[in-house]
């Protein structure tokens, strides 16, 4: 057992690609002190020529980048690398065979979300997993920040029957200046609303409805209008509705709507919007959760159940904060490390995983939004 000197257990990482998540995964990985492990990136895997790599981690200020080993090959990374995770951050078509070959390996995987193209997919996935006793884990990172365990934990037990949810995660990615080769427009990358951002939205569904006696909810509509005068057909205004039990859920996604598409990404990601992104309604209480809910750090309450109101009935209201430390992409990565690090082999989140998905197979077959059979393929 390895520990940093100040005493934390390390925990080796390598990255499979070089991808803009990445970049963000591991300035935001690296430079938590509070983090309860010491975690490193040991390795990481290119296309690209050995100039691009040490370009990558010079750009990203990874610590001892001197040290980092480079591979040109990520078959060859997962069969030689030394390190304890591997970071799967390519586009969501590639997730399947990179996932299945890195538990072949017997590796411990964080995969980006969507974790895969379909539900059966994923399921594949686990099933090995549990057979090779590796950890796995999907990289829905917002479920593990602060304020979202503090309302599964806390909030969502005491406001009540969930009764209806709005869940929107909406932000203009495609404007004017992306070029219409971007990943974002390309459905052989897994474009379009519905995974790319859908994945967020119907995550906080499953959180409200699932935390809560209404867990018999599935997708009974589906719709979406593509992206305005752009090739390809790619899903842009999608709304899903969940129904189940006494509950109703109306999700809702978008790549062009609502504000402009001209600041850098995380600049827009950022801006202030006139309405919640989340609003969860409960037979005592409901919860609001402002854009952008991949990163709530704010709980806006009004209580109206009668054990909480005045004697004049009106509302109570009450704003709950839970800062997150840096962008807060490294809480996950302490729960897949304690998991790795504690001899229990599991699917991290699998219920929930692939409760999602489910929901976005069945939206995208009433919406009509397809992809090549080939990425589908188990």
Not at 267 to 273: G, M, N, P, S, V
Not at 323 to 346: L, M, N, R, T
Not at 355 to 374: F, N, P, S
């Amino acid at each position: 057992m390895s520990a940093a000197a100040n005493g934390k257990r390390v925990c080796r990482w390598a990255a499979l690609s070089l991808s803009t998540i990445a970049s963000t995964f591991f300035q935001d990985l690296l430079s938590q002190e509070g983090a309860q492990y010491d975690h490193k990136l040991v390795a990481i895997s290119t296309t690209g020529s050995d100039e691009r790599a040490q370009k990558w981690l010079g750009d990203n200020k990874i610590p001892d980048a001197g040290s980092v080993v480079v591979y040109h090959s990520w078959e060859k990374m997962l069969k030689e690398g030394d390190f304890d995770i591997v970071y799967i951050s390519t586009p969501h078509p590639l997730h399947y065979e990179e996932t299945l070959a890195a538990i072949a390996r017997r590796r411990n995987a964080l995969v980006e979300k969507p974790a895969t193209m379909t539900a059966a997919q994923y399921r594949k996935c686990i099933a090995e997993a549990e057979k090779q006793k590796v950890v796995l884990m999907e990289a829905m990172w917002t479920r593990y920040l602060p304020a979202t365990r503090y309302l599964q934990e806390d909030l969502l037990p005491r406001i009540g029957d969930v009764r209806r949810v709005f869940s929107d995660f909406s932000f203009p990615i495609v404007g004017p200046e992306l070029p219409n080769d971007s990943r974002f427009l390309d459905k052989s990358a897994g474009a379009g609303s519905l995974l790319d951002q859908g994945v967020y939205a119907l995550t906080w569904a499953d959180v409200a409805l699932n935390t809560s006696k209404a867990s018999k909810a599935d997708v009974v509509h589906a719709h979406t209008h593509t992206v305005p005068q752009r090739p390809g057909d790619v899903d842009d205004i999608t709304t899903v509705i969940l129904a189940g039990g006494d509950a109703t859920a109306v999700v809702t996604m978008s790549m062009t709507l609502p504000g402009s598409s001209k600041p850098a990404f995380y600049q827009r990601l950022q801006a202030e919007k006139a309405a919640p992104s989340v609003r969860i309604e409960g037979s005592e209480a409901s919860v609001a959760i402002p854009f952008p809910c991949i990163r709530p750090e704010e709980l806006r309450v009004q209580w109206y159940g009668r054990d909480h109101v005045g004697e004049d009935g009106v509302e109570r209201e009450e704003v709950i904060r839970k800062p997150v430390s840096g962008w807060g992409i490294w809480y996950q990565a302490d729960v897949i490390a304690d998991a790795v690090f504690s001899g229990k082999p599991q699917t991290i989140g699998a219920d929930e995983s692939l409760r999602v998905l489910e929901w976005m197979d069945k939206a995208r077959k009433l919406a009509g939004i397809t992809y090549d059979a080939k990425l589908e393929q188990v």
